[in-house]
């Protein structure tokens, strides 16, 4: 069973940067996937960005691509978003999630139903 632990939230202002952070705990299967998804309040879980871990495919959100980078350090097993030019419209929860059997295909990727095992989260507030 693996266990995922966010970091890196916070407060910024508009334009500003954040990077969060996903340690994960157990094992890592190379047909795995991992993604970033958010919910803000009164809105559906959406999807940001994720990775094939063994193939390093990754899928990005129209609205954020350009500006966020995810990434991957298999030596910790610890997963990556890198957030620039961040805008008021970023603001939520944002959670780390893992999905076993995925190979990289962008509509396991991108969806949150495909997903099992999911971080607690962690805030992203960006003020105007």
């Known amino acids: 069973q693996v266990q995922l632990v966010e970091s890196g939230g916070g407060s910024v202002q508009a334009g500003g940067s954040l990077r969060l952070s996903c340690a994960a705990s157990?094992?890592?299967?190379?047909?795995?996937?991992m993604g970033w998804f958010r919910q803000a309040p009164g809105k559906e879980r959406e999807g940001v960005a994720a990775i094939w871990t063994g193939g390093g495919r990754t899928y990005y959100a129209d609205s954020v691509k350009g500006r966020f980078t995810i990434s991957q350090d298999n030596s910790k097993n610890t997963l990556y978003l890198q957030m620039d030019s961040l805008k008021p419209e970023d603001t939520a929860m944002y959670y780390c999630?893992?999905?076993?059997?995925?190979?990289?295909?962008?509509?396991?990727?991108?969806?949150?139903?495909?997903?099992?095992?999911w971080g607690q989260g962690t805030q992203v507030t960006v003020s105007s």
């Open positions: 999630a893992y999905v076993v059997s995925c190979f990289g295909h962008e509509a396991t990727m991108k969806s949150p139903v495909s997903y099992r095992n």
């Open positions: 157990g094992r890592i299967y190379s047909s795995s996937c």
